[in-house]
């Protein structure tokens, strides 16, 4: 494949010319030549370090969107103003951007400031994300922005600062990952989502490196994977613990680096004591042969890499799930060691540089801080306004959508670069709020399903036809080049928002992408994210520059980026990362009668994020011409669908239908759909909307839905029938985040009467295994009586045998807690009232030994009765 090169490469021809740039997909930003001059231009794969001369079918079907027949090329507005019923027509930019200002300003002089939002994406250029909080805090000075990047890194960006201080997908380079000896990915697919960074994973195959899976589904990742471990979704953070559970007791912690260049692995260690092997299968279904194998192979590994993505982290505790995969991680002492570390794959094209600069509600470009008064005023400095003049943190991005058109929500609203109704998640409520809006404007290249519903829709240039530069997943910032002009007519973003701040009265936004980025560069500096020394030549000569790169003092070198962040120190107060102790928590939504599987969605190889694009693509209709959810054999069987039928999944908030792929790559109590359509074959129109209450990411990843066969294979699927779908859920303040922690009673100013309660005996044991746990004896059972509470304060144990044991603890037949007890031996552990019992709950004390073995088991079980 050509080399890649730095902007214009040899005429192709006598009418055409060739330009270096990149693909407008995913985070891998892979190297590309564009040919342009007859359309449609054609590409050609560039030897670049993510994709090593390769393209997956997107990137080679990008260019016929450019010139696609459903191409916006003209501004639309309502022929009626303000009624959405009437068609969308025609019109010139000057009414359109008209229409647009004159609802800004009748919307805040109603409503305040707050009542006009801005909802972004991460496949906008740095600049436009940049000039979009810019002109979101400084134009409308309003806090309500955010962007569909809070859908996808929130989780991983949240645990990566809150224990090393800093969050950059991956702290190294991509090419780290062909050099590692064991590679573990946790809900991960890069074969479907980014096939060119296969090259890395196969060349460490090829060096006899060992690659393990962790993904409910046997995806194509999981089929080239040395190990497959497939837990029931949701249950990531457990299967973490455990690991690293096994690590500690079988002593392959790195001592030396826990007390070098870390601090608070003691309440982590106390917090992993209960996630027996034993214990985290019943939870996730991974058997404790592979739990064992895969903690062995990454400690004893030279180079050892664990990365996450969004199949561990679109969870209500996608936070504590990635953080508790870094402390494994920071356990067995990789981040920061040569060729070894913890990170999280970025998904969108911009999700990293999006990120970075402006467009979450609580951030500031450099990644600084909204809330923080020295950024505040850093950033005012550069953008010339006062530091109380800007807003302050505004809403999460479900949260403002769930907010729209209410009172204290935001009534005017412009999205650049989203397809917010089909991303977003309970995707039918969010189409209800959008439709409260008392104005919309969309950008856009298509008419999405967002912007079918827009007041004003403005036609976008795309990624062939702008400039600018892009942050792919390994924090090495690119040059996005302009290889052909848009059509007459079309716009890029960055002009467009500058023509709207001047039309509001607000100079000091330009048009001009190297200049908005010198801009950027004075308002990161200092920032974590600092890009205060890169610039468009240096990108040019180096194949992109790594952040952080602060500018050098006069007189001296360059500073020359940094492709491997952590070697000497981690980005906090005192050098050292955090551990964090986080707990398994139970799926938002369970399996029940009514609901009784799984739902769990994801991409497919030939589509990408809400569709608006791939799915115009003839070459990628070929391939994916259809929504298909994926059953188990024993599942379909059951319900009696076949491979083709047309099923409906159903969940609390709606139905979509599906054709229907059997395969037995999915586990049976896991249903799998793609979330790129919209419409009767929404996936997120069922998903579940409950937020992290860290990161504020909706549970995709996880609810409970109920399949039924529909009937036979069908060309087009038929929609669910709209008189059956439930109605939308009317809109409510967000409750607080709920606690974590185990309950535990409220502090009593006053004497309590309690009764102390006890299991205990000395009672016969015969082992049938230490896999087969059963009940010891009667005596060793109580239920709180109705109206009470009780406590567990302390277990007791003896162990006759010469063979180790376990005691169980069940509540409600669930495990809750193993008491090992070595042979000849006896434990005492306290219990330290960490959990309240309610009236009608039932405890028994279980116990295993190897099959075989008799002896007897003295237990002793102190509770207290209130």
Known sequence: MPAAVPGALAPAGPRTRTTATHCPYCSLQCGMA????????????????????????????????????????????????????????????????????????????????????????????????????????????????????????????????????????????????????????????????????????????????????????????????????????????????????????????????????????????????????????????????????????????????????????????????????????????????????????????????????????????????????????????????????????????????????????????????????????????????????????????????????????????????????????EGRVIRRRQALDPPEGVRDDLRLLAELAGRLGVPGFSADPEAVFAELGRASAGGTADYSGISYDRIDAEQGVFWPCPAAPDDEPDHPGTPRLFTERFATPDGRARFVPVHHVEAHERPDAEYPYVLTTGRVLAQYQSGTQTRRSRSLALVAPTPRAELHPDLARRLGVAHDDVVELATRRGCARFTATVTDAIRPDVVFAPFHWGGGSSANALTDPALDPLSRMPAFKVCAVAVRRVGGPEERIPAPDAATQPAPQPHTRPAPPAPRTPSRSPRRSHPVRSSPKFLQGVFPLTGEGLGKPGPVDPALRYQVPAGATAQALYFRGGNSTAELVYVLLVRDGDPVRWFPIGAKGDVHVPLRVVEDLPGGCVVELHAAAPAGVTGELVVDLGLVEV
């Open 34 to 473: 564009v040919t342009a001059g007859d359309r449609p231009p054609a590409v050609v794969p560039l030897d670049f370090p993510t994709n090593r001369g390769g393209l997956c079918s997107k990137g080679w079907s990008a260019p016929e969107l450019l010139d696609h027949p459903e191409r916006l090329t003209r501004p639309l507005v309502r022929a009626v103003p303000g009624d959405r019923t009437s068609p969308l027509v025609e019109s010139t930019w000057d009414e359109a951007l008209d229409r647009v200002v004159a609802a800004v300003r009748r919307t805040q002089d109603t409503h305040g400031r707050d009542a006009v939002g801005c909802f972004g994406g991460g496949g906008l250029t740095n600049e436009q994300a940049y000039q979009f909080g810019k002109f979101a805090r400084v134009a409308l000075r309003t806090s309500a922005i955010d962007y569909n990047g809070r859908f996808c890194m929130s989780s991983a960006a949240g645990a990566a600062v809150r224990a090393f201080g800093l969050d950059r997908g991956l702290p190294f380079p991509l090419s780290d990952v062909a050099e590692a000896d064991v590679v573990v990915l946790v809900g991960s697919n890069p074969a479907d989502t980014m096939p060119p960074a296969v090259a890395h994973l196969e060349a460490g195959r090829a060096r006899g490196a060992m690659h393990v899976v962790v993904d409910p589904r046997r995806t194509a990742t999981a089929r080239l994977a040395g190990l497959h471990l497939q837990p029931l979704p949701g249950t990531d953070l457990a299967l973490a613990n455990g690991l690293l559970h096994v690590a500690v007791a079988e002593g392959l912690v790195d001592e030396a680096y826990v007390a070098a260049r870390t601090t608070g692995f003691a309440a982590v260690r106390d917090a992993v004591a209960g996630y027996w092997p034993d214990r985290v299968e019943r939870i996730t279904g991974v058997p404790v042969a592979q739990q064992r194998q895969v903690v062995r192979a990454l400690a004893r590994a030279e180079k050892a890499i664990v990365l996450t993505a969004r199949g561990a982290e679109q969870h209500r505790s996608g936070t504590d799930t990635a953080t508790a995969w870094i402390d494994l991680a920071l356990a067995l002492g990789l981040p920061g060691r040569p060729g070894s570390g913890w990170g999280t794959v970025t998904g969108q094209g911009n999700g990293q540089g999006g990120r970075e600069h402006g467009q979450k509600a609580d951030q500031l470009p450099g990644y600084r801080r909204l809330d923080d008064p020295a950024a505040r005023a850093h950033v005012a400095a550069v953008w010339g306004v006062d530091p109380d003049e800007l807003p302050r943190p505004g809403r999460s991005a479900f949260e403002l959508l769930d907010a729209l058109g209410t009172d204290g929500g935001v009534r005017t609203l412009l999205v650049l670069a989203s397809n917010v109704a089909v991303s977003a998640p309970d995707a039918r409520r969010v189409l209800s709020r959008l439709r409260d809006l008392e104005f919309l404007a969309v950008s856009d290249f298509f008419l999405s399903e967002t912007a079918e519903l827009a007041d004003v829709v403005l036609p976008s240039a795309m990624w062939a036809e702008e400039a600018g530069t892009m942050t792919n997943l």
